[in-house]
């Protein structure tokens, strides 16, 4: 792994980057990215110089695509001509089976492995990334044919250097659990921030405590990265949605008639458990 | 205000009382709680005596009643033939129509002043209290008549010296808002951390970002606080419960149709709000 490129240089990729540089790769690493983007992943050092998508193709052991979900598989399909079968192929999108499958379509016999970092921030762009970014969260990789690269074990070994724990999962596994536990926060969220938008009430605005600023953290997220990610998902999100919205009913009931305690122990101890797991 | 009693040293009446000695405070600060909590707050210098509720409306010039919301009900009522005149009892309950009533009822022409600081965590007790805990946060106070009382400027200070944002709200509008902006927000947390460990899915407890995190965080709480709380504002907490349900079938109806965009910037404007007013 002498030459690395990374197409879209936002949060997660220029975070690629500079965790590269923080562990020690000293090779280029070429940005694919907008005039803007590039500007701030080079002023910070995430990358080193920009290239065409041709071009990295051409140079590059390791291609990192860290584009919205929507964007990897048009990409998928433009480097479909260039790509060696040398080159590891990887991405760090949200969703899984489609890109996969655009993998499948358009590198065939060629290197790819799908990857999904989980670890974000509700800001966008190289000015929010951090060579920590990976540090102490799961990184899914999934559709391992592309194990075959000679340079997927160097790969793997920075993701291991950057503290991250590497997790194996089938796409279709991903899409659905992360449905659960990555897309319905998000969509919860955000419904919670507008139906208090909705609100005519002005106390509404300044009456609060710690807690509705935990709950609309995620609110705060870029649209367009999630409508990508949630049209991608669509099927096993709104299977989410639909298993919230039930409980969301029993609750309901269990409040109206005086009775929530066990609602209150079962989520308290998920709640434990996870933060159990996270660390 | 020589004296002060808390009734309920648990870790908001704790707060309050090692916050009166940071400002400096240096009178006595009875506790009227139980062995436990007397004694975890008496270790920390939140409290110097352990006193009966008798003798706290004999002795203290304010008196502070940290405990659950149906508790402080019984309170008021106990303590009704032993307040004096001049003494102020206020309390820190998280609802407040049905605590002014019952101060009405049983504390007729005496000094009562409701209130409510919106600064909490999830944990609970003296072990997690902190003088910091009210600083820049909002305190509500509510049902004014007490104002009469000649200790109430002082009170009124320390809260200031707290570092606390003094708002003034009827009983019912308080109730109103916080249904929205603190109740139904622990609602959706509780609902969404009991939704997901429902599913029998083992990724669901393992693979997930700080998004989760968050969003689970207030699912921690104790429900015994909680279903009082729920059971006094269960009008209000209705209301709120329903117009987030019906956000959330317009969310469904938008990611069915892959057109959430618009759902995203109001939630994200309503977020950045809450932010900026936080400050």
Known sequence: MQTVAIAGVGLIG????????????SGPILGVSS??????????????????????????????????????????KAMGPFVTHETLVTDAGSTKVTICAAAAQHL????????????????????????????GHVYILTGMQGRTSPHFATFNDYLEKFGARVVQLTPQQHDQALAFTSHLPQIVSTALAAALSGQSNPHLRSLFGPGLIDMTRLALSPSDIWSGILNDNREFVLQA????????????????????????????EFALEVRKNAR
């Open 14 to 25: 220029a975070s690629f980057g500079l965790a590269l540089r923080r562990e020690g790769f």
């Open 35 to 76: 005039p803007d983007a590039i500007s701030a992943a080079r002023q910070i050092g995430a990358i080193s110089d920009a290239v065409s998508l041709e071009e990295a193709c051409s140079r590059a052991d390791v291609i990192y695509l860290s584009q919205t979900v929507d964007r990897i598989a048009e990409t998928l």
């Open 108 to 135: 065939p016999d060629r290197c790819f492995v799908g990857g999904h970092p989980l670890a974000g921030k509700e800001t966008r762009g190289a000015q929010s990334a951090d060579a920590g970014l990976f540090r």
């Open 241 to 268: 949605i639909d298993r919230f919205c039930d409980q969301m009913k029993i609750t309901r009931r269990e409040i109206a008639s005086g009775t929530v305690e066990g609602i209150f122990e079962s989520a308290r």
